[in-house]
Nanobody, 122 residues
Framework: QVQLVESGGGLVQAGGSLRLSCAAS????????MGWYRQAPGKQRELVAT???????NYADSVKGRFTISRDNAKNTVYLQMVSLKPEDTAVYFC????????????????WGQGTQVTVSS
């Protein structure tokens, strides 16, 4: 019952910036965690950043100091501000909504977006 729509991906030169957005829609009661995964060609999926409803954040070491995650609980939207981008940041970025509760169902479920491509040229 939750759909995630991502935007903001694209092509950028090394050292540039991008801002990713992901809006969750549906009969949402609460989303405990929101965040971003990424998967580069030939590599396994990596958890990039997460944020709780209260604003507590965690980052992968590879992006710490360069990426900032934030969320708007009223809009059920999560953002990823990426600066000082490197070619190794090139990947498909997936939005996640974890521990989500929808109207009429008390079970906590996780939802994934379809992914958005980020390409950083050298």
């Amino acid at each position: 019952q939750v759909q995630l729509v991502e935007s903001g991906g694209g092509l950028v030169q090394a050292g540039g910036s991008l801002r990713l957005s992901c809006a969750a829609s549906g009969r949402i009661v609460r989303i405990n965690f929101m965040g971003w995964y990424r998967q580069a060609p030939g590599k396994q999926r990596e958890l990039v950043a997460t944020i709780t409803r209260g604003g507590s954040t965690n980052y992968a070491d590879s992006v710490k100091g360069r990426f900032t995650i934030s969320r708007d609980n009223a809009k059920n939207t999560v953002y990823l501000q990426m600066v000082s981008l490197k070619p190794e940041d090139t990947a498909v970025y997936f939005c996640i909504a974890a521990g989500a509760v929808v109207v009429g169902n008390p079970v906590l479920l996780d939802y994934w977006g379809q992914g958005t491509q980020v390409t950083v040229s050298s």
